[in-house]
């Protein structure tokens, strides 16, 4: 399907409004011409892009999503689900919060769904520029989730009175620290730079278990993606992946890990069986359905469905509660009931399988903003210089979707700018937390942070302030495009970011 033209004018007029709503985007909007756009302004495909550069850039529906009458609808529920707080009152809309929990929402994290959310001093979780999640983790199996009876992979630091969170917010510090590389942060023209990057305690007294010795263990902050455009990163093809892993592994330029098969048998309606991980830092996640997203919904608040009717929870913190005078009191229930309902695997479920298919109508709908200014001189050169330098052998710049996409058939066979290859590779960076091999991050749409988000923090703890040093930070696997970064003019460093930017 083509972008009509009573398509382009529904936009057009959408971006007058948000626009002129919008007093910090005073530059024109793109509005795509018949034929004046190559391909490659089309980051999310015919499809799947949107051509909006303003602050609602990222939470669009796709084009064919907002054609179609009973999706859009779908699109406009699932896209409450994603930006209301949930409560834990019950019998309320969008009840069922806790009763222990992360976050009440997902933009808690994802600040208008996109980019990444904002590097802070303070791990406060009501803080709406605090995206972070907290990992604590064994330090000799970084990979890993911490696969402990105390904590849930990702860390809860909320809860719903009488409970009480694993882990006591006041007592988390992150101290950003200053890094000299081996070139004394130094370009070769001699402009100097700076590099910081996060280290994180927990107090043992911030702990809620007492036999849990933190002084063994270790945390790490991880930054929010992005969830635009995950449904087209979803529709690439197994295979496709798979032979991208073994160009890499044959070229031995970059390692190119990819993400374990994960068997998902019975849980992804559309693909059963098994599939290289795609989605999340570290791959974890292969299809959108059994994806970051799906489960976020679940497990950071805590809210039960038809086919979670679960905790996210773990039995020691169950038995710890269960055993609470306080939480006893406050519930007037005893140990055993505690204990039984906190580990109950028949809940009755808190949301609909109704809102849960909208939710993923959403997800799999939000569109990608179309590149800009890409017939700028200096993009052009920034775009040499970045398949010169060798960006691309990670940063894929273009895949195409597969030909069966079921979910969302409109968007198969798309040509996608996602600029990630989508797999695992090792900067070395220092003291990289738990994420030391981590996925390609894809850059499509990024240059809008700043008019979305308000800043350009980026990596995965959002220890980069800018572009510029989220490249001098790669080293390791990419560690000759630092260099040749290095050693380049200013104007084509600044070429180059001025690519990344209209990308
Ligand atoms: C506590 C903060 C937080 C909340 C709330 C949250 N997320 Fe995330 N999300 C993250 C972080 C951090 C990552 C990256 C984590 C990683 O790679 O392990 C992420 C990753 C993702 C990704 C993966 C993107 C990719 O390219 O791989 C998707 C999709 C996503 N989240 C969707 C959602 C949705 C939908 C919700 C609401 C149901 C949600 N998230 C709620 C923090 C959060
Ligand atoms: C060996 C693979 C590899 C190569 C080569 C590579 N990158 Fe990356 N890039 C990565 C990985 C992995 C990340 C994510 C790192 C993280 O978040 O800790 C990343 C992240 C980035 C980011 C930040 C994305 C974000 O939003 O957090 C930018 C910008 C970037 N790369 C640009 C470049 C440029 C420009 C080049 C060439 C000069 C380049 N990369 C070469 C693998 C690579």
Redesign the pocket.
């Known amino acids: 399907m083509r972008l009509t033209n009573k398509f382009m004018m529904t936009a057009v007029c959408a971006l007058i409004i948000t626009v002129s709503a919008c007093s910090d985007n005073d530059e024109p909007p793109v509005v795509p011409g018949e034929n004046d756009y190559s391909e490659e302004y089309y980051a999310g495909g015919r499809n799947g892009t949107v051509f909006i550069k303003s602050s609602f850039a990222y939470k669009q529906a796709m084009p064919v999503i907002e054609e179609d009458p009973e999706l859009y609808r779908q699109f406009m529920r699932g896209e409450r689900l994603a930006d209301k707080s949930f409560v834990a009152s019950e019998d309320m809309a969008y009840s069922g919060l806790g009763p222990v929990y992360i976050r009440k929402s997902c933009i808690a994290c994802h600040p208008s769904y996109g980019g990444?959310s904002q590097r802070v001093d303070k791990y406060d979780s009501n803080d709406s520029r605090c995206g972070y999640l907290l990992m604590i983790y064994k330090p000799d199996e970084p990979g890993l989730p911490l696969a402990s009876k105390y904590f849930t992979g990702m860390t809860q630091t909320r809860a719903v009175s009488p409970f009480k969170p694993p882990v006591d917010e006041s007592g988390i510090t992150i101290e950003w620290k200053n890094h000299t590389d081996e070139y004394e942060n130094k370009y070769e023209d001699g402009t100097s730079y700076s590099l910081i990057y996060p280290v994180v305690s927990i107090a043992q007294d911030a702990i809620l278990f007492e036999d849990f010795d933190m002084s063994r263990h270790a945390a790490s902050i991880e930054a929010t993606i992005g969830i635009y455009g995950t449904g087209l990163l979803d529709a690439i093809s197994d295979e496709d992946l798979r032979a991208q892993y073994q160009a890499e592994q044959t070229r031995g330029y970059?390692k190119g890990v990819i993400g374990a098969d994960i068997d998902e048998t019975g849980l992804n309606p559309y693909f059963p069986g098994k599939h290289p991980g795609r989605f999340t830092?570290l791959c974890t996640r292969a299809t959108l359905d059994n994806g970051p997203g799906a489960n976020a919904l679940w497990n950071i608040t805590n809210v039960t469905r038809n086919d979670r009717r679960y905790h996210y929870i773990t039995e020691e913190y169950a038995k710890v509660m269960s055993k609470d005078a306080g939480v006893q009191q406050g519930l007037g229930k005893t140990e055993d009931e505690i204990f039984t309902h906190l580990m109950s695997r028949e809940l009755a479920p808190e949301m609909t399988m109704e809102d849960y298919n909208a939710f993923m109508v959403w997800h799999r709908g939000l569109a990608v903003p179309a590149a800009r200014n890409l017939d700028d001189p200096a993009v052009q050169r920034g775009k040499t210089l970045?398949s010169e330098?060798?960006?691309t052998?990670?940063?894929r710049p273009s895949w195409t979707t597969r030909s069966n996409y079921t979910p969302l058939p409109a968007i198969s066979n798309q040509k996608i700018y996602p600029y990630t290859d989508l797999l695992?590779?090792d900067?070395e960076?220092k003291e990289?937390g738990r994420?030391q091999l981590?996925?390609?991050?894809p850059?499509w749409g990024?240059g809008l942070m700043q008019i979305v988000s308000g800043h350009t923090d980026?990596?995965?703890d959002l220890r980069?302030r800018n572009?510029e040093e989220?490249?001098l930070?790669?080293g390791g696997?990419?560690k000759k495009?630092?260099e040749?970064?290095r050693k380049m003019s200013k104007e084509d460093r600044d070429a180059?970011v001025k690519f990344?930017d209209a990308i």
């Open positions: 990444h970059c830092y970045f330098t060798g960006c052998a990670c940063h695992r590779h900067l960076m990289p994420v981590c996925r390609t991050t850059l990024r980026r990596l995965h980069a572009t989220a490249i930070w790669h696997e990419a495009c630092k040749a970064f180059l990344l």
